[in-house]
């Protein structure tokens, strides 16, 4: 089968079209025929050798998948041949045309949107399902500020935000006003101006899906007893949120399992999850999604077609 592959680490020059093993199902693993892959930041951070050595090489990149199911292994949970299926990977691997992915996290395919908008959804969207809903204990008629609410996690963190019933600030650049506001944002805050005087202390939960080292005034949004929840590795006053009597998490990513993702596919069926498409590359372009990532410049996902 074709596949993307790298053996040293490196930029996005180190992506190779190669022809590999398909491979096979161990137990409790199905085949997945793959259609498309979602981009998230990780891949070029492995890529790159910011994870280390974690990962062996040879390495395939891609973690979350949407396909078609083509054979299993011992307890496959029932999956079947020709079952349309989205899901995560364990152990990255679906830029390729097959991929081994646990039964257990795969679910069906949402009906109502194409395997590119599937593949969109799995990562992104259950980081921020898990940071606003189990971090966070966001519950309706709360405030939350999503920083970075333009992006993959981001703008799907509007749409469930709304859903729940909470009041929403999007903060990016200004050039993604309207797509934050038309993902139902009430305010929007340009990341260049200043924070209004309004808008301090009026959250009670901040998600951070930007992270790095200037996120201090991200504590000035919060009310005393609010909670700012990372998605993204990022640097965080300890003084400071003491002084304003406000918690700071750490990022955590939980396993993703069928029941997560049937819930997303049930918001996706339903309209209320958009996931919106910032661009598509055929896998043979597998470069140039990374490079386009690495950018921080994507509105939305950025997805691999493959099929």
Not at 280 to 301: D, M, Q, Y
């Amino acid at each position: 089968m074709k596949a993307i592959r790298y053996h040293v680490r490196g930029g996005p020059e180190v992506l190779r079209l190669e022809e590999v093993a398909v491979p096979k199902p161990g137990a409790g693993e199905v085949i997945v025929r793959v259609h498309a892959v979602g981009v998230n930041p990780g891949d070029w951070q492995i890529r790159s050798g910011l994870a280390g050595d974690a990962f062996k090489l040879p390495y395939i990149p891609g973690w979350d998948v949407a396909g078609v199911v083509v054979g299993a292994g011992e307890d496959g949970a029932g999956w079947r041949p020709g079952d349309d299926v989205f899901g995560m990977t364990t152990d990255s691997g679906a830029c390729a045309e097959y991929v081994a992915v646990p039964a257990g996290q795969l679910a069906r395919k949402p009906e109502s949107v194409d395997f590119v908008r599937a593949a969109a959804l799995p990562q992104s969207g259950f980081a921020a399902w898990h940071a606003l809903f189990m971090q966070g204990e966001l519950k309706a008629g709360q405030t939350v500020l999503i920083n970075g609410a333009a992006g993959g996690v981001g703008h799907l963190a509007v749409q469930l935000a709304k859903w729940k019933g909470a009041r929403v600030i999007g903060t990016a650049s200004a050039r993604n006003e309207p797509f934050v506001r038309e993902r139902g944002a009430d305010e929007f805050v340009d990341y260049a101006e200043e924070l209004s005087e309004k808008l301090k202390q009026s959250a009670d939960l901040v998600l951070d899906t930007v992270g790095g080292g200037r996120g201090d005034w991200l504590l000035d949004v919060l009310k005393p007893g609010g909670r700012l929840v990372p998605v993204a590795w990022g640097r965080y006053s300890p003084d400071k949120a003491a002084r304003a009597s406000v918690a700071v998490q750490e990022v955590q990513y939980p396993p993703i399992g069928t029941a997560g993702l049937a819930e997303l596919a049930r918001l996706a069926d339903e309209g209320r999850l958009v996931p919106a498409i910032d661009s598509i590359f055929p896998l043979e372009e597998t470069v140039r999604a990374h490079e386009k990532s690495e950018s921080r410049r994507a509105r939305g996902k950025i997805v691999i077609r493959v099929t």
